[in-house]
């Protein structure tokens, strides 16, 4: 930061302007209050001026040009989980469990086990019924009834900084689930540590029933708020059983589309005349191969492969993709711009032969 102050009173000083600056405060260089550093940074300099040298500086605002309504809009950026974990309401962090391709130690991250190794294994395998996103949660519990630890077993999820539940609010719960046995699982909301229930629901099901994939559906109704709270799958039953594609989102949201409604009131009120996304370095990955694919985030979001986002570091479950910024454009009535992938990474070190996958759209 001081670097570029330095580099800037510098130009500024090249070229004379510091003297225009003083001249337009219309003060004597003793008399300038500064408040800021910036200010300071321009005293400083402006004290080795003439004192006497003034300049004027006339607006005519009359006449001009209408300026297009147009020319005032959004620029959004997935940086930071502006995005996801952010703006987009998802409260699930890596809900396919395939963040595990890019980070091997990471396995299920954030995900964590409730219960030890001793009442049950948790373990990823390729099973899934989603052809993009085959990795799968698998659940083999050891323990049955009585002999489970009191608090029944199994594993969380604490979204990206822990999830805002609100007393009242209710909430969507989706996950894909198959079982070579009948299950009784609870999905609840929880504290972080786990010892006060928010919400919670025993979804329960016959071995014929989840024998193949099957789509789980519940809401719940939080009677608390927590800030930092997680979202618990668990059981006492005996058995193994896959998991897969987890999402936990309000009911409410902007105009139902998925969109945290106290933000997109926000930007709604800035009346954006267009909207544009997803991002900057985000669109290019460092490495091509980590960019930004539309294709990959259009259809139903179980069937997103997701991605690995390392201009930032993150993995993305793509739930917000290009679909969904082309919704909140035109929820917002404004212009969708869209920043596409010229063949061009941050890193630029890519083969010729790389890039035509992302220029034939
Ligand atoms: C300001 O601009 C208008 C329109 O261009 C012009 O008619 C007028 O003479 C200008 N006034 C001055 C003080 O220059
Ligand atoms: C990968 O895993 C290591 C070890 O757990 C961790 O320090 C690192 O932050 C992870 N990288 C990413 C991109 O998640
Ligand atoms: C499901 O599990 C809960 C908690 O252990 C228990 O209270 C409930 O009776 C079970 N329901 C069925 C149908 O087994
Ligand atoms: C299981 O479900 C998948 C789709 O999820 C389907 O392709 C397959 O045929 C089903 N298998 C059986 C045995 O029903
Ligand atoms: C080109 O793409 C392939 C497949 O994604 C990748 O393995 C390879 O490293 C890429 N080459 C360069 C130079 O980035």
Same mark, same amino acid.
């Given at each position: ?112 086990? *409730?219960?030890?190794? $001793?009442? +049950?294994?948790?373990? #990823?395998?390729? !099973?899934?019924? @989603? ?111 896959? *998991?897969?594609?987890? $999402?936990? +989102?309000?009911?409410? #949201?902007?105009? !139902?589309?998925? @969109? ?102």
């Amino acid at each position: 930061m001081v670097m570029l102050f330095f580099v800037f009173l510098f130009m500024l000083s090249e070229q004379n302007v510091t003297f225009t600056m003083h001249g337009l405060l219309g003060m004597a260089p003793n008399k300038v209050y500064c408040a800021v550093i910036l200010l300071f940074f321009f005293c400083g300099a402006a004290s080795v001026s003439n004192r006497n040298q003034k300049a004027e500086l006339v607006v005519n605002a009359s006449g001009g040009r209408q300026i297009p309504e147009t020319f005032f809009g959004i620029f959004f950026e997935e940086i930071n989980h502006a995005g996801a974990g952010g703006f987009w309401a998802e409260l699930v962090s890596n809900r396919g469990f395939e963040a595990v391709r890019q980070n091997k130690s990471l396995n299920i991250h954030p995900w964590s086990l *409730i219960g030890d190794e $001793s009442s +049950i294994i948790v373990s #990823t395998d390729r !099973s899934s019924c @989603f052809k993009r996103n085959k990795i799968a949660l698998r659940m083999e519990v050891l323990c049955d009834g009585d002999t489970c630890p009191v608090g029944r077993v199994g594993v969380y999820n604490p979204g990206f900084w822990g999830m805002d539940i609100k007393q009242g609010k209710i909430y969507k719960i989706v996950f894909y689930l198959r079982s070579l046995t009948s299950v009784n699982i609870s999905v609840s909301f929880t504290s972080s540590d786990g010892l006060r229930t928010l919400a919670n629901t025993n979804l329960i099901a016959s071995a014929g029933d989840v024998s193949n994939w099957t789509k789980m559906e519940t809401l719940l109704e939080a009677e608390e708020t927590n800030p930092n709270a997680r979202l618990q799958l668990k059981t006492s039953k005996k058995g193994v059983m896959w *998991i897969d594609q987890v $999402s936990a +989102i309000p009911l409410d #949201t902007y105009k !139902s589309h998925g @969109f945290r409604n106290d933000l997109s009131e926000m930007i709604a009120n800035l009346k954006p005349r267009f909207l544009r996304f997803p991002g900057g370095n985000f669109v290019g990955g460092d490495l091509l191969r980590n960019a930004f694919r539309w294709k990959d985030t259009v259809g139903p979001w179980e069937e997103r492969p997701g991605h690995f986002n390392d201009a930032w570091n993150y993995w993305t479950d793509d739930g917000l993709g290009y679909f969904e910024f082309l919704q909140l454009s035109e929820d917002l009535g404004a212009l969708p711009i869209w920043v596409f992938n010229n063949g061009m990474s941050n890193l630029g070190r890519e083969k010729a032969s790389n890039v035509s996958l992302f220029v034939q759209v």
